[in-house]
């Protein structure tokens, strides 16, 4: 981190003057007083300074924020797992899934979590196993504070998990 100078603005890369009993120059104080905490701008080396909810860019490199965002979609078009959870079939089972194990799945001290379940998570990863998608044995509905994005279960892993309900799934998708 950047250490602190007396009379010297705390906001990074600012090097204006701070204002009397303050830690900041008049235009951050304002700017954190009115909305919050600022940062740097993403683009390596610029010194302006931007609020979270404005974006990640200043106002002078705001269109590589779009760029950035292109590239990131192109690249999921391009990834075949991700295109599998495009498809209706998924859609539909993800669905139905959803409403057989309503409740996430997750036991904690063990007690099962209370909170509805949102995400269907594979306990196999269907990037390994992409057979196994749609097959309800594989899954287990979890609330999104429990689903942590990992790829599958990794097989060293206690997280232990109240039993899916399977029912009657026709895949007629």
């Known amino acids: 981190m950047y250490p602190e100078q007396p009379g010297v603005c705390t906001v990074i890369r600012c090097t204006a003057p701070s204002l009397p009993n303050s830690r900041h120059c008049a235009e951050h104080a304002n700017i954190r007083k009115n ?99 749609r097959v309800a044995g594989n899954c287990v509905g979890l609330c999104s504070a429990h689903h942590d994005h990992r790829p599958g279960e990794d097989e060293n892993d206690a997280r232990q998990f109240a039993p899916t309900k399977e029912g009657i799934w026709g895949d007629a998708a």
């Open 35 to 133: 909305r919050g905490a600022v940062k740097p701008c993403a683009k390596f080396g610029c010194p302006a300074t931007v609020h979270p909810s404005d974006g990640r860019f200043c106002p002078n490199h705001r269109h590589l924020e779009k760029k950035i965002a292109k590239q990131r979609y192109e690249d999921k078009r391009n990834d075949e797992t991700w295109m599998l959870y495009q498809k209706p079939a998924w859609k539909k089972f993800r669905e139905w899934f959803l409403t057989q194990n309503v409740r996430c799945q997750l036991i904690e001290d063990g007690k099962q979590c209370t909170n509805l379940a949102t995400v269907v998570h594979h306990l196999k990863a269907v990037r390994v196993h992409p057979e196994l998608m």
